[in-house]
């Protein structure tokens, strides 16, 4: 069965640094995704990317993150200026068609993202 | 997306049948009904999704009543390794790029 891969499965990082979260989507896939789960809390939808471009962006998707498909086959997250707040697992999900079909989705594994 | 209620937890022992009943009065006509499942540190994983009536896969399923206000995720015999969150989502499939929106789900704890 095809999977969404994300490396690293943790990472631990100052306060104040930049990290980059990679994700590789399904190859056929079209639309790519992030969200965050704080430790005990529920999924958080972040942003959603098609054709090269953010499609939508929920409100904590701030100036301090971006998104990049830089090479046709990874898709990632850089937070630029980490806060201890930003401590979370990442998850990169991707979805087949145009649609965005809700059972279209499937989900990595996950960046547990420590912020120190 | 409907708005959706839901236990936010369940206890059963192994080898118990689980019933985990959604709330979703504001459902459209084009709304499909979409169970999602969390295994711990791990992403959401799609189980199951109908429209109307009951739906059956290897997993669990879905029975969804004639007015479609509720639906019921059922989970035959649960082992251990079915404790996860169960998340309950209603959105219309076709409308485009719209973004999976998570709530607090049910978190199911299997006891031996």
């Known amino acids: 069965e095809p999977e969404v891969t994300q490396t690293p499965s943790h990472q631990v990082t100052q306060m104040g640094q930049e990290v980059i979260l990679r994700c590789v989507p399904i190859s056929n896939h079209l639309y790519f995704y992030w969200y965050r789960q704080i430790l005990g809390q529920k999924v958080e939808f972040l942003v959603s990317f098609y054709n090269n471009e953010i499609s939508e962006k929920s409100e904590i998707f701030d100036d301090q993150f971006s998104v990049e498909r830089p090479d046709g086959s990874n898709f990632t997250l850089k937070i630029r200026s980490t806060k201890l707040e930003d401590s979370a697992m990442y998850f990169c999900?991707?979805?087949?068609?145009?649609?965005?079909?809700?059972?279209?989705?499937?989900f990595g594994s996950g960046t547990r993202l420590t912020v120190v | 997306l409907a708005k959706t209620t839901q236990p936010i937890s369940m206890d059963s022992y192994e080898g118990q049948e689980v019933n985990i009943t959604c709330s979703h009065n504001n459902i459209a006509t084009n709304d499909y009904i979409t169970w999602y499942q969390q295994f711990p540190s791990q992403g959401p994983r799609f189980i199951i999704q109908?429209?109307?009536t009951k739906v059956t896969n290897e997993v669990a399923s879905l029975f969804i009543p004639a007015d479609r206000k509720s639906s019921t995720l059922s989970l035959p015999r649960v082992s251990l390794s079915d404790t996860a969150v169960y998340y309950c989502l209603v959105g219309d499939e076709v409308s485009g790029n719209t973004p999976l929106v998570f709530g607090k789900g049910t978190r199911l704890s299997v006891i031996a």
């Open positions: 109908g429209y109307k």
């Open positions: 999900a991707s979805s087949e068609d145009g649609t965005g079909s809700f059972w279209g989705y499937t």
